[in-house]
């Protein structure tokens, strides 16, 4: 009687670890990534036709980070990229067929927010949020991965009733001031 009661908190442990789990690595990758690009100088964004060195720093940061801690990059290497705004890369590989892998990275060179203590973190696209008022901006490098996840547990609190209604991505987020 109390078997699917148990397995459904077990399953939660473990499934729920791994997500806050996954979503620490997401979040260090895409902070060491923003560092890397941070530290670039910027008078390569000038170049539209091909992805910047500062950029390609970003990029190279984030695989080498998500397969040093056995993360499936989903074949990133292969990706091409998208431009978004101005001084806005976007990487995509979505989940299709039997792939349950996707991985989206977005790496923003020009990314202004407010120089406020109260100001609110970046949100997962790295659009900057709208200026209030006369305040100063500061130009910064912003960085955020969203990776598929696949939950376990979904399927197995299915056995006491409804299936749980879960996010089917993990972000990760960082944005570090641009050094010059």
């Given at each position: 009687?109390?078997?699917?009661?148990?397995?459904?908190?077990?399953?939660?442990?473990?499934?729920?670890?791994g997500a806050?789990?996954?979503k620490?690595?997401?979040?260090?990758?895409?902070?060491?990534a923003?560092r890397?690009?941070?530290?670039?100088p910027?008078?390569?964004?000038a170049?539209?036709?091909?992805?910047?060195?500062?950029?390609s720093?970003?990029?190279?940061?984030?695989?080498?980070?998500?397969?040093?801690?056995?993360?499936?990059?989903?074949?990133?290497?292969?990706?091409?990229y998208?431009?978004?705004?101005?001084?806005?890369?976007?990487?995509?590989i979505?989940?299709?067929?039997?792939?349950?892998?996707?991985i989206?990275?977005?790496i923003?060179?020009?990314?202004?927010?407010p120089a406020?203590?109260?100001a609110?973190?970046?949100?997962?696209?790295?659009?900057?949020?709208?200026?209030?008022?006369?305040?100063?901006?500061?130009?910064?490098?912003?960085?955020?991965?969203?990776?598929?996840?696949?939950?376990?547990?979904?399927?197995?609190v299915?056995?006491?009733?409804?299936?749980?209604?879960?996010?089917t991505?993990i972000?990760?987020t960082?944005?570090?001031?641009?050094?010059?």
């Amino acid at each position: 009687m109390s078997l699917p009661l148990l397995v459904v908190f077990v399953v939660g442990i473990f499934d729920f670890s791994g997500a806050y789990t996954l979503k620490q690595k997401l979040t260090n990758a895409a902070r060491d990534a923003a560092r890397a690009a941070a530290a670039d100088p910027a008078n390569d964004l000038a170049q539209p036709t091909s992805i910047p060195a500062s950029v390609s720093d970003a990029f190279q940061q984030v695989d080498n980070y998500l397969i040093a801690n056995k993360i499936d990059d989903c074949g990133m290497l292969s990706t091409l990229y998208t431009s978004g705004p101005a001084a806005s890369w976007k990487f995509s590989i979505t989940p299709s067929g039997s792939s349950t892998c996707g991985i989206t990275l977005i790496i923003n060179r020009g990314y202004f927010f407010p120089a406020v203590a109260s100001a609110r973190p970046a949100n997962v696209d790295c659009l900057p949020p709208a200026p209030t008022g006369a305040q100063i901006q500061v130009i910064a490098t912003c960085v955020s991965i969203k990776y598929a996840y696949q939950w376990r547990f979904g399927r197995v609190v299915s056995l006491l009733g409804p299936s749980a209604s879960l996010p089917t991505n993990i972000v990760g987020t960082a944005v570090v001031m641009n050094e010059n």
